[in-house]
């Protein structure tokens, strides 16, 4: 930030150098050719009607004249007379040196031609150095036989600046800047620096928050204060980054917690089981009990080894693969047939509302095989006995609106928002289906997840019924 200041401190002050001392040259120039004129026009008055003027160029009202303007213009005047010889000089010093010397004929003859005269230049060594000079021919109305008049130059008349008064003002103009840009300057490291701290000390605390990241330490946050701009929406956005990670690593921690105690609860009862056969604890005529439970816990075992294979091939997969179309009411009734067994076995009625038509629908559809039966399955569980099931599949709106309804207890309100957790099981499920792990729901979940696809649930009027969406085709 700074450098880029000094470089536009730089060229601006190289620009403005330059165009300031451009400028005051050509305001000199014209001021000199300005009183040169008016110098030129007053000598061919006193030249041509010296009575007006209380003499010729001898007289001390002439003399006065000339002084005034050299002192007005802070310019040296030099009369020409005739044409390029200098007879009046208001230099000073070097009045004594230079009258009686004759200007260059190339001043002479551009001021004839052109009408005047205006440079840079020593006059062919009349002065030391060069000085600025500009000239103007002195003219008078010349009548000539047959009664006409013509323009005479009888003369020139020059005004003359030394180049330090030419450089004394741009100098001036020079310090005034320098002076203004010196101040800015330092108004601006002062803003620039206190910006710099103020906009780089949340980004050091976001980065001392992400080595603590690094450790284990999610409980961090950045102090974004009342900060409105860009470094306040990225400190907001990182304490929200932060708060995910929180909640990811309390998840995951959960996660662990959850997987320990559901696979050591069946080891613990197989090892139990397993010894007291072993050491004789357990009689001979309980030994087929006892191998029945550990074929239970063993097979119960398989299942949740078996769903957490699944839940880790489905959350590798950031989406849907196998895209292709199939009928959603074939996959829900095949699922529906392959149940069967158990429908009877609880004395239930099933109750269809599928079109007439198939309805195509974009996905997997293994993936949407397993969640139809996964809560189908659910369905069945917590139905009561000889209770109603109701499937429904309706297309509208691009969608196709698949639903499982089931007649059974009332899940509370507070249960509706963890029922797709990880290996949450409400105290009702629990008790009802011991052979659950808490994955199925999850799973479900997951896979419409990856298809972009929503599932709702509600349950209320002792009914329970879960629908999801998927893109019709």
């Known amino acids: 930030m700074a450098g880029m200041i000094l470089i536009s401190f730089a060229l601006l002050g190289a620009a403005f150098i330059t165009l300031s001392y451009q400028y005051i040259v050509r305001e000199k120039q014209a001021t000199l050719e300005r009183n040169a004129q008016s110098v030129a026009d007053y000598t061919s008055q006193a030249l041509t009607r010296p009575e007006i003027l209380g003499g010729g160029l001898s007289s001390d009202r002439y003399a006065l004249y000339v002084k005034s303007v050299a002192d007005v213009a802070d310019a040296y005047v030099l009369i020409c007379y005739p044409t390029d010889t200098i007879i009046i000089s208001s230099v000073g010093e070097l009045t004594y040196s230079i009258l009686g010397r004759q200007l260059p004929a190339d001043v002479v003859n551009q001021v004839s031609a052109t009408g005047g005269y205006v440079a840079m230049t020593t006059l062919g060594g009349i002065f030391p150095e060069k000085r600025m000079v500009a000239a103007k021919p002195i003219l008078v109305q010349a009548v000539l036989a047959d009664g006409s008049t013509l323009q005479q130059q009888l003369g020139t008349a020059l ?26 300057l330092c108004i601006a490291f002062v803003t620039t620096s206190l910006t710099s701290l103020q906009q780089t000390r949340p980004l050091k605390e976001m980065a001392a928050a992400a080595r603590k990241f690094g450790h284990g330490e999610f409980d961090i946050r950045v102090d974004a204060g009342t900060r409105q701009d860009e470094v306040g929406e990225l400190a907001l956005a990182f304490n929200a980054m932060a708060d995910s990670l929180a909640k990811s690593e309390a998840k995951r921690s959960e996660f662990v917690a959850n997987v320990s105690h559901e696979l050591k609860t069946p080891m613990t009862t197989i090892a139990g089981f397993a010894d007291g056969i072993l050491d004789g604890t ?51 009734v095949r699922v529906l047939v392959s149940l069967e067994t158990k429908i ?130």
């Open 159 to 184: 005004v003359v600046a030394e180049g330090s008064s030419i450089t004394g003002l741009w100098q001036d103009f020079a310090n005034l800047f320098f002076f203004t840009s010196a101040v800015v």
């Open 282 to 332: 357990i009689p001979k005529e309980k030994e087929t009990d006892a191998l029945q439970t550990i074929s239970s816990e063993t097979r119960r075992l398989s299942r949740l080894v078996r769903r957490m294979l699944d839940l880790s091939r489905l959350q590798s997969a950031e989406n849907v693969t196998a895209q292709e179309q199939f009928d959603v009411s074939e996959i829900l």
């Open 344 to 473: 009877n076995a609880r004395s239930l009625d099933v109750e269809t509302h599928l079109p007439d038509a198939p309805v195509m629908v974009w996905g997997d559809p293994d993936a949407i095989t397993q969640v139809c039966y996964n809560l189908l399955d659910n369905a069945i569980k917590f139905s009561k006995e000889q209770g109603l099931i109701t499937l429904t599949v309706a297309p509208k709106t691009g969608k196709a609106h698949v639903s499982i309804r089931n007649e059974g207890d009332v899940i509370p309100p507070a249960e509706l928002s963890m029922l797709f957790d990880r290996f949450h099981k409400s105290d009702k499920s629990r008790s009802e289906d011991r052979e659950g792990v808490g994955l199925g729901l999850y799973i479900v979940k997951t896979i419409l997840n990856n298809h972009k696809e929503n599932i709702t649930v509600t349950s209320e009027n002792g009914a329970t019924e879960f629908t999801f969406t998927l893109t019709l085709a």
